[in-house]
Antibody, heavy 119, light 110 residues
């Protein structure tokens, strides 16, 4: 069974760093793209970026380029989304999701990680 | 950045047919990139409903159908049911291979 299991909710202060994770199982982790999607409270879905764990090829939305870093450790089938300096506006639910071939759509999703940034 | 525009809301009585439009441009949908549709029930992660413009993943009822023409796409729900009340999003890519989601549509079953 394909599963994407994300790390737990986080509460951080502005200016702090953070790395959240997404562990894949039940499939060949290195053969599928993993994307990250932001959903701010009460708002729609936003495509942040995507990584191919097989060779670490990474693409970012222009809106998120330079704001976050996407990485993956294929030895433990885990993708990451990280911030070096959080802002209150980063408060959101973050989902990881699998895309078989880039542009083919996200067929499996993680349960989401709620990130709250507040002083 | 490119935008995929959807109506904020649509509604229908049980059993009726509703459609949701997704309007893009020549740099995304019109450039030939496929459109995918997701259903998000309250408090849950999105679920893939339609991929590759018109294909249903296993387990998705055939009441849901998708189509694409030019710079737009549509999702149709026939025989609307109470459990279809949710938010729906289209998704595609642009010419820089950056993904795009639509603005989202809330479906209300009257």
């Amino acid at each position: 069974e394909v599963q994407l299991v994300q790390s737990g909710a986080e509460v951080k202060k502005p200016g702090e760093s953070l790395k959240i994770s997404c562990k894949g199982s039940g499939y060949s982790f290195t053969s599928y793209w993993i994307g990250w999607v932001r959903q701010m409270p009460g708002k729609g879905l936003e495509w942040m970026g995507i990584i191919y764990p097989g060779d670490s090829d990474t693409r970012y939305s222009p809106s998120f380029q330079g704001q976050v870093t996407i990485s993956a450790d294929k030895s433990i089938s885990t993708a990451y989304l990280q911030w070096s300096s959080l802002k209150a506006s980063d408060t959101a639910m973050y989902y990881c999701a699998r895309d078989p071939k880039l542009t083919t759509g996200f067929d499996y999703w993680g349960q989401g990680t709620l990130v709250t940034v507040s002083s | 950045q490119s935008v995929l525009t959807q109506p904020p809301s649509v509604s229908g009585a049980p059993g009726q047919r509703v459609t949701i439009s997704c309007t893009g441009s020549s740099s995304n949908i019109g450039a030939g990139y496929d459109v995918h549709w997701y259903q998000q029930l309250p408090g849950t992660a999105p679920k893939l409903l339609i991929y590759g413009n018109s294909n249903r993943p296993s387990g998705v009822p055939d009441r849901f159908s998708g189509s694409k023409s030019g710079t737009s796409a549509s999702l149709a729900i026939t025989g609307l049911q109470a459990e279809d009340e949710a938010d729906y999003y289209c998704q595609s890519y642009d010419s820089s291979l950056s993904g795009l989601f639509g603005t989202g549509t809330k479906v209300t079953v009257l």
